[in-house]
């Protein structure tokens, strides 16, 4: 979604309500695609602070990911708060303070969500803490069911005692 900002640069506004939702459908962040659940919700304003233009919105969506040991889907909300100054072009970015650049007359939330999702999506998600994880042998998913790699180790530790009992039979008798 663009926000014409025309009447703010015009200075016929001091403000501007933002209340809308930007569609996006996947994000590609560190060789991942994630795929938006929601559109993002945008709330807040744009206003005019000192001369500058200065936005202050929230930003909620939500996407999903999948669990770094068992790769299950996981839902992902996000809410954030962004606040920045407005600025016209790239060599206007401030180095201390977070900005925005518009293009023309138009502020592209775009953008800003990718923005926003790259900042505050968590790292590496868990499906739970105790996630067991997959079998790296036959990629089962360890939390839904067992596999038999499993059951052959154990076997293998079973018969192994009773083994060497047998061995030990015939070498006294
Ligand atoms: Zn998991
Ligand atoms: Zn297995």
Do not use: W
């Amino acid at each position: 979604m663009k926000i014409n900002l025309e009447k703010l640069l015009r200075k016929e506004v001091d403000s501007l309500d933002l209340n809308f939702v930007q569609e996006i459908d996947t994000i590609n962040y560190q060789g991942k695609d994630f795929k938006f659940t929601s559109p993002a919700k945008i709330e807040g304003r744009i206003s005019r602070v000192h001369g500058d233009l200065y936005l202050d919105c929230k930003i909620e969506f939500s996407s999903v990911d999948t669990c770094g040991r068992c790769l299950k889907d996981i839902d992902i909300f996000v809410n954030a708060d962004v606040q920045g100054f407005l600025v016209e072009s790239e060599e206007e970015v401030l180095e201390d303070e977070d900005t925005f650049v518009y293009n023309g007359e138009e502020l592209d939330f775009k953008e800003i969500v990718e923005n926003a999702f790259i900042l505050n999506v968590p790292r590496k998600v868990l499906c739970d803490e105790d996630c067991k994880g997959m079998c790296v042998n036959c990629g089962v998913n360890l939390n839904e069911a067992e596999c038999r790699c499993i059951d052959e180790d154990e076997n293998q530790e079973f018969i192994d005692p009773r083994l060497s009992k047998l061995k030990d039979f015939f070498k006294n008798n």
